[in-house]
């Protein structure tokens, strides 16, 4: 009986912290993609319940994937059954041809903690150092990075993200830098 309302408030609490999160991510009976008539929409979990207890981020699907990965707060398997054994790769590559934006680093091991090597290699990228002919136009096009960053990943609105690299910085000749962050 003393516990009672402890456990109330925090029920409260939960209940109250999804709500507020929610708010970022459309309802499915609004989202204009599932029939709202539909009895079966209770039984779907709705994003923002999902999402919100996620690292935030402002653009996209609202979570920063990274972040939350590297938090442990999801732990994706490598396969249907787990049983696969992932291959993280742990090099950068620098990218210089951009003009008067910022370098771009491209990190494979942000990427190759959700996905495999035959993802990109070699039906998207050769897997060799400037062997491949990118331009920020055939990105926008859907080419390049943007097979999957505006479909999949971030969206190409987050230059920054992609450009992060100041070219003062950079001390190295080589292109290629083990390992990563
Ligand atoms: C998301 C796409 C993507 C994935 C997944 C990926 N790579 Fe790459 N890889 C690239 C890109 C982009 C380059 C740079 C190509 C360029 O400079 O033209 C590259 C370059 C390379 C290179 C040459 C530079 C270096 O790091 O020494 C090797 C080798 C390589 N990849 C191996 C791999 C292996 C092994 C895996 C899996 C463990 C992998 N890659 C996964 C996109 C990817
Ligand atoms: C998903 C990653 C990514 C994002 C997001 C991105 N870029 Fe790029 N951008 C690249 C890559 C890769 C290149 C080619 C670099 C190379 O070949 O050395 C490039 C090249 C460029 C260039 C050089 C000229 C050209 O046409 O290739 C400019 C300018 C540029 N980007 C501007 C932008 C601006 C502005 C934004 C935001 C609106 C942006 N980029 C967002 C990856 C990205
Ligand atoms: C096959 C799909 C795929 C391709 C191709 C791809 N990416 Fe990604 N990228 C992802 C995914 C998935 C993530 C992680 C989820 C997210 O951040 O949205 C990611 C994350 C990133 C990050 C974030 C790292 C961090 O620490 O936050 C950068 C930077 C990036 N990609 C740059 C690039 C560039 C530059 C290219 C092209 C040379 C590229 N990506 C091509 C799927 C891809």
Request: aromatic fraction near 6%; hydrophobic fraction near 35%.
């Amino acid at each position: 009986m003393r516990y009672r309302p402890a456990g109330f408030v925090l029920l409260v609490l939960l209940v109250g912290g999804a709500g507020a999160g929610a708010g970022k991510w459309q309802a499915l009976k609004q989202d204009g993609l599932h029939d709202p008539r539909n009895p079966a929409i209770d039984v779907l979990q709705e994003p923002g319940d999902a999402l919100s207890v996620l690292e935030p981020d402002t653009a996209g699907n609202k979570v920063n994937w990274v972040t939350s990965l590297e938090q442990g707060l999801i732990q994706p398997r490598t396969s249907l059954d787990g049983r696969r054994v992932g291959r993280v790769r742990e090099t950068s590559i620098l990218m210089r041809n951009t003009l008067p934006m910022r370098y771009v680093k491209f990190p494979h091991k942000a990427h190759t903690e959700w996905m495999s090597c035959d993802n990109c290699h070699d039906r998207l990228f050769v897997a060799e150092v400037d062997a491949n002919d990118m331009s920020m136009g055939r990105i926008l096009e859907g080419k390049d990075c943007g097979v999957c960053h505006g479909a999949v990943a971030f969206p190409l609105t987050e230059c920054d993200r992609c450009h992060n690299t100041d070219s003062s910085t950079v001390t190295s000749p080589s292109d290629v830098s083990w390992p990563d962050y």
